[in-house]
């Protein structure tokens, strides 16, 4: 109870409680002004209503019903000039509704009252427009159905005529060869002119022309047919047409027995099947006319009764026009009385409204809130030292101590830039690294030309094994020498891993300073709170509600200490995680195979964000719970750092390629994490949509130094040393790409480590095939 008086008491120093007071006062100012008027509004009222309620609805109702009788009108030519199914479809829901909201307006015009026999012609007229418009709407879709059907006749006639191309004239021109010189081919012995310049070979000749001749009539018949615009055209067409088909029947048999008969009788029987079939083109195109015709009669049709429709529709807007405008003037003159009053009531009103801005908001509110603006430019301007002080307890009081608060926090921040400038120093180190990366490839090239030397000494190594010492004794100093250099680039490969990971780690790392930091706030708050309750008892004796209350500051005091503890905890391991990520580590510990894809996961991805601000990745995770497997999770971090590495790269140069070619693309980089526990092992998957790779690509990605990169952004050691680390874990690694489609990594790790390496297994193996030899 003592607490409830205590807000009620502090509630009125409130700007809300204030301002409630002052409205109060100003709404009874005008409460009481209004009384004044209250009669002559309520007799411009009632002459409102007169408009409103009746004249004013009447017109608008007549207005409807003429807009949507032109609708009706106009909708008949705009439904027959649709060239699309879909616009057709858009016409007839348009129409719907437009003879839906006529018939609407019409019956408020007939509730009015009215001429009972204007309503009834005009619902007359609408209705046969309808039927009208409907049969027009049927038939634009046996219209377009009919049109599909001719267009698939002229593209079978036009594959049909490059068939019959393709095997006819080839055929004459042999034939007509071999009528002449004899000879079948150049390179074939000449026949016995009595051969071939027989009847049965000239009789041949003639039957192949005369089949390209009465191929080409029928396609011709057929191509005229469809461009008619006379139905009587269409029998002579058809007529012609069947004498062309029993030519060609004719002329074919003749060749029965021969393979040309077995290849051209398939052809031309789809050619009397479009000239004579059920469906066949002069039937098409007869059915077309005769719809056209349909279509014109109603479209004649539809323009006699629009002409009656608008007409009656005039009318009726003509009759509601001139009730509304005696109804309009008699109001006008009850608004006239009304203003005189309404303008007095005004003056009083805003003078009362003056005075209370005066008083209260002048003085008490914007004089303080200039204040705070001026310290606000102040810190805009870089100064953080100066302290925001605003008196009283409002909510003025309030932003002043929220400003203080944001003060306190940009010096923070700018202790957190100071990190961002470490990271920027670290890629300066990456740029020297590069610089070093191209010093061992020009070692490379020396290592390359002593290798050609090597060559040449073994071509002539009978004839100088005396040299043989000096030489061998050459090569394994440029060996040592290339391995020194590849221990040097995975090093660097590490260092330039962990330069690119520290932006990613101060933001992961953030977040839980963050949290400790809010959690601190509140414990405070809460032990404030809870020092305030003690000192309102009485003798140092606590009722049940105060011990309550202290129990439930303890029960949020343990919770917050206990998230301050968690968020600790993760900011050391990622603390812990960074300065073992550059170490080697043969430890096999009991891991959580999700937690450590998830945590390397976002490094990654946050390395990235900080190298590129305009990255994104849609990162998506298909996780199945399962038990800890034994791992070496160092390397099986930096494992799944570097695989999700490579996916960011190559989904942000598609995207980069996109919107190169179109700046409008919508492409969205993506990555699915994946884990499925077997009975003997845990398959990874890491599935991205980026640039995908060839299948050449692909069989040498986990080659040393190969790499697809620009030169100076990779070694091509990456995936190399990620294949080492699947091979000492005993398991196996797939890759499944498509170009510009996808790139999807399969990991298959057992689930306890090998007693033995497996890279040392295969090593013993090597040196024992080498001693066999």
């Known amino acids: 109870m003592t607490d409830r008086l205590k807000r009620l008491l502090e509630y009125r120093y409130r700007i809300s409680a204030q301002l409630y007071l002052a409205l109060g006062g100003a709404v009874a100012l005008t409460f009481a002004a209004s009384l004044v008027g209250w009669f002559s509004f ?55 509704v437009a003879h839906q909201s006529f018939r609407e307006q019409l019956a408020v015009l007939e509730s009015k009252g009215g001429e009972a026999e204007r309503f009834e012609r005009i619902n007359t007229y609408s209705t046969a427009l309808i039927d009208n418009i409907a049969g027009l709407n049927s038939g634009m879709w046996q219209s377009f159905t009919l049109n599909e059907q001719l267009d698939e006749v002229q593209a079978g006639l036009e594959s049909l005529t490059g068939e019959l191309d393709g095997i006819i004239v080839p055929e004459i021109d042999r034939q007509f060869f071999y009528l002449q010189t004899g000879h079948t081919e150049l390179d074939q012995p000449q026949a016995l002119r009595a051969d071939h310049i027989s009847e049965d070979e000239q009789a041949r000749y003639r039957y192949l022309a005369e089949l390209q001749s009465n191929a080409k009539i029928a396609i011709q018949l057929l191509a005229s ?75 004649d049709n539809n323009h006699d009764i629009a002409v009656l429709l608008v007409d009656e ?14 109804a309009t003037h008699a109001s006008a003159q009850a608004i006239l009385t009304g203003r005189t009053l309404l303008l007095a009531i005004s003056f009083v009103s805003i003078g009362g409204a003056l005075l209370i801005a005066w008083l209260y908001v002048g003085r008490v509110l914007l004089r303080r809130l200039e204040l705070i603006a001026g310290w606000m430019r102040s810190l805009a301007a870089g100064d953080l ?122 933001h992961e790392i953030r977040n839980p ?45 343990n919770e917050n200490l206990e998230r301050i503890r968690t968020h600790g905890e993760r900011a050391n391991r990622i603390v812990q995680d960074m300065l073992m990520m550059g170490r080697e580590s043969v430890t096999r510990e009991m891991t959580n195979i999700n937690n450590l894809l998830d945590e390397h996961a976002r490094l990654a991805y946050h390395s990235a964000r900080a190298l590129d601000s305009e990255f994104q990745l849609d990162l998506q995770y298909d996780f199945e719970e399962m038990d800890d497997i034994e791992v070496n999770p160092r390397d099986v971090g930096r494992l799944f750092l570097n695989m999700v590495s490579n996916a960011c790269y190559a989904t942000d140069e598609k995207r980069r390629h996109l919107l190169e070619a179109d700046p409008n693309s919508s492409y969205m980089p993506t990555l699915l994490l994946a884990t499925r526990r077997g009975e003997e092992q845990v398959e990874v998957r890491i599935r991205d949509n980026g640039s995908g790779m060839p299948e050449d690509i692909v069989e040498k990605i986990f080659n040393p130094f190969f790499t697809t990169k620009p030169t100076g952004q990779g070694t091509g050691l990456g995936l190399s040393i990620c294949n080492d680390i699947i091979r000492e874990h005993g398991g196996v690694i797939e890759v499944e790409s498509q170009p510009d489609e996808f790139t999807e990594m399969v990991i298959s790790l057992p689930l306890a480590l090998p007693d033995t390496p497996v890279v040392e297994d295969l090593l013993d193996d090597a040196d024992g095939d080498d001693d066999d030899d």
């Open 42 to 96: 309520n007799q411009v009222g009632e002459a409102q209503n007169r408009v409103n309620e009746g004249s004013v609805p009447e017109l608008a109702a007549a207005f409807d019903v003429a807009q949507y009788s032109q609708a009706l009108v106009a909708s008949a030519d705009t439904l027959t000039s649709a060239t699309t199914p879909e616009d057709v479809a858009r016409v007839g829901d348009e129409i719907a």
């Open 225 to 299: 047919a469809s461009i008619v615009s006379d139905s009587s055209l269409i029998e002579p067409f058809r007529e012609r047409f069947e004498s062309s088909a029993n030519n060609i029947r004719s002329n074919l048999s003749h060749l029965r027995g021969t393979p040309l008969h077995d290849e051209l009788e398939p052809i031309f029987n789809r050619l009397l099947e479009l000239g004579l079939g059920q469906q066949n083109g002069f039937n098409l195109q007869a059915r077309q006319l005769e719809l056209e015709r349909r279509q014109q009669q109603l479209l």
């Open 313 to 326: 529709v005039d009318a009726l807007v003509n009759g509601a026009e001139a009730g509304a405008q005696e």
């Open 385 to 506: 030292d100066t302290r925001v002080e605003v008196g009283g307890r409002d909510e003025v009081a309030e932003m002043a101590a929220a400003l203080e608060v944001f003060r306190h926090n940009a010096q923070e921040a700018i202790r957190l830039n100071l990190v961002e400038e470490l990271a920027q120093e670290l890629e300066g180190k990456n740029v020297e690294l590069e610089g070093i990366n191209a010093r061992l490839d020009s070692q490379n090239h020396e290592l390359d030309s002593k290798n050609a030397e090597l060559e040449n000494v073994n071509a002539r190594l009978d004839s100088q094994n005396h040299e043989l010492d000096s030489k061998n004794h050459e090569l394994e100093e440029a060996m040592t020498n290339l391995a020194a250099a590849q221990d040097r680039i995975v090093a660097q490969e590490k260092l330039a891993s962990l330069g690119e990971l520290t932006a990613g780690v101060a």
């Open 513 to 557: 300073l963050n949290f400790v930091k809010n959690f601190s706030e509140s414990s405070t708050e809460l032990l404030e709170e809870m020092q305030e309750t003690i000192d309102e008892s009485e003798d140092g004796k606590l009722d049940e509600e105060q011990l309550g209350l202290i129990k439930d500051i303890f029960d949020d005091l």
